[in-house]
């Protein structure tokens, strides 16, 4: 069985930045492309980026693309998302996504298999 753990959360002044880290552990297949989604208080979970097994096809949510970037390390099996100029809209929990099976990145969240359990981050104005 696939297991994710995100880490790097907290807090950040508006402008700030942060980095997210979610480790895989588990399960024999290869895990082919990764995401991050976000969920804030009252609201549904949206897309914040995913990226494919060779990181050759990264996609992003139009609200974090030229601020967050995405990236992976296939031997350390760990995926990343660096989070710059952060604004207090980004305050959400971020879960990490897996899937084992899609070559292309993809948004759509019911084609993750695997969830970490979600990581909090509070930007401040």
């Known amino acids: 069985q696939v297991q994710l753990a995100e880490s790097g959360g907290g807090s950040v002044q508006a402008g700030g930045s942060l980095r997210l880290s979610c480790g895989v552990s588990?399960?024999?297949?290869?895990?082919?492309?990764m995401g991050w989604f976000r969920q804030a208080p009252g609201k549904e979970r949206e897309f914040v980026a995913a990226?494919?097994?060779?990181?050759?096809?990264?996609v992003y949510a139009d609200s974090v693309k030229g601020r967050f970037t995405l990236s992976r390390d296939n031997v350390k099996k760990e995926l990343y998302l660096q989070m710059n100029s952060a604004k207090p809209e980004d305050t959400a929990v971020y879960y990490c996504?897996?899937?084992?099976?899609?070559?292309?990145?993809?948004?759509?969240?019911?084609?993750?298999?695997?969830w970490g359990q979600g990581n909090q981050v509070i930007v401040s104005s």
């Open positions: 990226i494919s097994w060779s990181g050759d096809s990264i």
């Open positions: 996504a897996a899937n084992t099976s899609l070559v292309q990145a993809t948004r759509g969240g019911s084609e993750y298999e695997y």
């Open positions: 588990g399960g024999r297949s290869r895990i082919y492309v």
